[in-house]
Nanobody, 125 residues
Framework: QVHLVESGGGSVQVGGSLRLSCAAS????????MGWFRQAAGKLREGVAV???????AYSKSVEGRFTISQDKDNNIVNLEMNNLSPEDTAMYYC???????????????????WGQGTQVTVSS
């Protein structure tokens, strides 16, 4: 099991940017999928972006072109750069560690076994 700690959330105005970071415990991750998920009030948790051990990324349609996921495998950090934020992006954002291998499911939150506590992102108009 890996311990995950998110940081970088906060409040921003429409059109603004935030950078979320996730620090993972343990040895450098070179084999597991990592992802960012979010849960807005009254809604189900949804996948935002995932990245494979070979740095292949996938994004939800709602954030594609605005968000970028990246990872520093040597230091066990996964980042989510979020640009052109809108009120619909307001949610608690979670980092998660998922399956081993290069296929990283974006929609199946149950495939991710280790989760951080989350960091709140609030976008106001």
């Amino acid at each position: 099991q890996v311990h995950l700690v998110e940081s970088g959330g906060g409040s921003v105005q429409v059109g603004g940017s935030l950078r979320l970071s996730c620090a993972a415990s343990g040895p450098p991750n070179r084999s597991r999928c990592m992802g960012w998920f979010r849960q807005a009030a009254g809604k189900l948790r949804e996948g935002v972006a995932v990245i494979s051990p070979i740095d292949k990324a996938a994004y939800s349609k709602s954030v594609e072109g605005r968000f970028t996921i990246s990872q520093d495998k040597d230091n066990n950090i996964v980042n989510l750069e979020m640009n052109n934020l809108s009120p619909e992006d307001t949610a608690m954002y979670y980092c998660a560690a998922g399956p081993y291998g290069v296929f990283c499911p974006l929609a199946r939150t149950e495939a991710y076994s280790d989760w951080g506590q989350g960091t709140q992102v609030t976008v106001s108009s």
